[in-house]
């Protein structure tokens, strides 16, 4: 049963922007915190971005001021708004759901390919 869908992912330019979408069923969105990690070829998964069900957010160092994580608690998605992207953001990324997503353990989404060229 897939509970989690990302999408968005695709090839884009350095400098520029991507949205990526997490449609989750509503149980697994209710009430849970969500979050976006990334993973990178040849490197360790990374935290990107986290927000609670009541709004409160947390990023990566070095996507702050770039990326913006919000949820529409309505339709059960989360997204990833990703502005001034750079050749370093290409990773897959992947969509976690849970109360512990901060430490990673949730219910996790396929992932979505994010491809930024220079």
């Known amino acids: 049963q897939v509970q989690l869908v990302e999408s968005g992912g695709g090839l884009v330019q350095a400098g520029g922007s991507l949205r990526l979408s997490c449609a989750a069923s509503?149980?697994?969105?209710?009430?849970?915190?969500m979050g976006w990690y990334r993973r990178a070829p040849g490197k360790q998964r990374e935290l990107v971005a986290t927000i609670t069900s009541g709004g409160s957010t947390i990023y990566a160092d070095n996507v702050k001021g770039r990326f913006t994580i919000s949820r529409d608690n309505a339709k059960n998605t989360v997204y990833l708004q990703m502005n001034s992207l750079k050749p370093e953001d290409t990773a897959v990324y992947y969509c976690?759901?849970?109360?512990?997503?901060?430490?990673?353990?949730?219910?996790w989404g396929q992932g979505t390919q994010v491809t930024v060229s220079s």
């Open positions: 509503r149980s697994i969105f209710s009430g849970n915190a």
């Open positions: 976690v759901a849970g109360a512990l997503v901060t430490l990673g353990f949730g219910s």
